[in-house]
């Protein structure tokens, strides 16, 4: 279907490119030949929030210094595929951006060297040294909170309506030590627990 709406449809739905009816062999060949290699071209980070995806992140975390004590936070949005039912695929790209700008944005304020990336496309890691844990935690909860709650009308925060997304938070202090794997440091930040969005 050559039409806008049908173009439009395909997209929004994952294609990587839409051709209508009759097409060029030599075009098509071409596009599908730029296509795999884009798929096989390895992303450093996530394109939706910016954030180390997770092979770079285990890199970084090879390269952190020996030796050291370290906190993990977890911090894991569960029911974005709900989310995205109902309020749409724009609204919750923008909301991992949100939570990746919340995050970015602690550790700049709290002047703490640290490493933040995705174990998974919503489950976010965020490392820094033990000593600035406490301050971090603090203003970690109230931010993530905030930044959720941006997301839904006021009456599904007061409970007339569940909200659809939740925030999970696990914590673990780690030794950086030779071989220390991102595996290891999601074990030990189980289990998550829930964050209270009406607080």
Not at 15 to 35: I, T
Not at 95 to 108: F, S
Request: hydrophobic share 45%.
């Amino acid at each position: 279907l050559g039409d806008r709406e049908s173009k439009l449809q395909g997209l929004k739905l994952g294609a990587v490119g839409y051709m209508a009816k009759p097409f060029d062999l030599e075009e098509l060949e071409l596009r599908v030949r730029n296509a795999v290699k884009a798929l096989r071209r390895p992303r450093p980070t996530n394109p939706i929030t910016g954030l180390f995806n997770r092979e770079i992140l285990a890199v970084e975390l090879a390269s952190l210094p020996r030796g050291g004590e370290w906190m993990a936070f977890r911090i894991l949005l569960e029911g974005i595929e709900e989310f995205m039912d109902y309020y749409g695929f724009v609204a919750a790209d923008d909301l991992l951006r949100a939570v990746a700008l919340v995050l970015k944005n602690l550790l700049a304020q709290t002047q703490s060297e640290g490493l933040l990336g995705h174990l998974g496309e919503t489950d976010f890691l965020l490392l820094c040294p033990v000593g600035k844990a406490e301050e971090i935690e603090g203003k970690l909860r109230e931010i993530l909170a905030r930044a959720i709650e941006a997301f839904f009308p006021a009456k599904e925060i007061a409970g007339e309506r569940k909200p659809i997304v939740s925030v999970k938070l696990g914590k673990a202090s780690v030794s950086l030590r030779e071989g220390l794997s991102l595996e290891e440091i999601e074990k030990a930040t189980a289990p998550l627990e829930s964050l209270d969005l009406g607080s």
